[in-house]
């Protein structure tokens, strides 16, 4: 069963940096997409990045580049989010979820962390 928990949100100041870990367990996740959700309160649910767990290679939304950056530890099964940089906007909660590279739909989802970030 694939389970997959993030942590290190919380409030942080405008400009400020926070790194969110999703833990991913259950399979291994060599042939997965790995990525990051956002949602803010009455707004959907929208891309933030993601990575081939195999090779590593990233894409982010235009929102966010330049600013944030996934990473993965193999030995822990760990993604990361490393968000620098941060604007109120950034303010939602941010999910992980993983899907089969051949796959078009996440189909494993986080519960979720929070993250605010005040002006």
């Known amino acids: 069963q694939v389970q997959l928990v993030e942590s290190g949100g919380g409030l942080v100041q405008a400009g400020g940096s926070l790194r969110l870990s999703c833990a991913a367990s259950?399979?291994?996740?060599?042939?997965?997409?790995m990525a990051w959700f956002r949602q803010a309160p009455g707004k959907e649910r929208e891309f933030v990045g993601a990575?081939?767990?195999?090779?590593?290679?990233?894409n982010y939304a235009d929102s966010v580049k330049g600013r944030f950056t996934i990473s993965r530890d193999n030995a822990k099964n760990t993604v990361y989010l490393q968000m620098n940089s941060l604007k109120p906007e950034d303010t939602a909660v941010y999910y992980c979820a993983a899907r089969m590279g051949l796959m078009s739909t996440y189909n494993y989802w986080g519960q979720g962390t929070q993250v605010t970030v005040s002006s």
């Open positions: 990575m081939r767990w195999s090779g590593g290679s990233t």
């Open positions: 259950g399979r291994t996740f060599s042939n997965y997409v």
